[in-house]
């Protein structure tokens, strides 16, 4: 099936830092990509949609100057966690969603990254 | 709104035993069901999804699950566990032909014992 990479799998960093994270569909194209947060013992929390080639669409109460969205190309989607704060630490997944035409669309998910901030 | 109920948080099985992983879901009309399966260091892989048609829909892995419109259910089934089973399953619910707005349940963590 396709496949979702995510890098790096794990980034510690200071307080006050930024962290970039790359997601991307490495056997398909992708329009549209999806930014999830997920935190311990809780469901997946969708944080905005990415939209190749458009601004990203963020959820209420998801600061966009913070969480920053990049889907420069039809594989590649890129969330920057700008002056990173230790309540940013989390569990980020990206997913990209593959068209195939009604209910065969489908939407795989990356490995995720374990963001922790000092 | 809506919303998605997994009521058990962590479930432990014997190997070779039958499975029933509950999801109780709110919506006001017919969604989107879907079940995904979590294991470390992987993402969340489909396990099989709902969109209308037959209730009962097969999955990969041998899983199966049955969409009770009365109960507002749809309950993840297999009937003989595996040890490679041990994983983290997640119910999810969303309008039709709208990924972006899916809801994912809280998960429920299933143990498989020898």
């Known amino acids: 099936g396709a496949v979702v990479s995510q890098h790096p799998s794990r980034v510690i960093c200071k307080s006050g830092t930024s962290v970039k994270i790359e997601c991307r569909s490495l056997?398909?194209?992708?329009?549209?990509m999806f930014w999830y947060r997920q935190f311990p013992k809780q469901s997946l929390m969708l944080m905005a949609t990415?939209?190749?080639?458009?601004?990203?669409?963020?959820e209420q109460g998801v600061e966009k100057d913070k969480f920053l969205i990049n889907h420069a190309s039809l594989t590649l989607s890129t969330l920057t966690v700008t002056s990173a704060h230790p309540e940013d630490s989390s569990f980020y997944i990206c997913?990209?969603?593959?068209?195939?035409?009604?209910?065969?669309?489908?939407?795989?998910f990356g490995p995720g990254t374990r963001l922790t901030v000092l | 709104a809506q919303s998605v109920t997994q009521p058990d948080i962590h479930i432990t099985v014997s190997e070779g035993a039958s499975l029933e992983l509950r999801c109780n879901y709110s919506?006001?009309?017919?969604?989107?069901l879907f079940w995904y399966v979590q294991s470390p260091g992987q993402g969340l892989q489909l396990l099989l999804k709902?969109?209308?048609?037959?209730?009962l829909v097969q999955g990969i892995k041998g899983f199966e699950a049955e969409f009770k419109r009365s109960q507002s259910s749809f309950n993840l089934r297999k009937p003989s566990v595996h040890w490679s089973d041990a994983a983290e399953y997640f119910c999810?619910?969303?309008?039709?032909?709208?990924?972006?707005?899916?809801?994912f349940g809280t998960g429920t963590k299933l143990q498989v014992i020898p």
């Open positions: 997913s990209a969603f593959q068209i195939s035409g009604g209910s065969t669309d489908t939407q795989y």
């Open positions: 056997d398909f194209q992708a329009t549209t």
């Open positions: 990415s939209n190749e080639g458009s601004k990203a669409t963020y």
């Open positions: 919506y006001g009309a017919t969604p989107y």
């Open positions: 709902y969109f209308s048609g037959d209730t």
């Open positions: 999810a619910v969303g309008p039709p032909g709208g990924y972006q707005k899916v809801t």
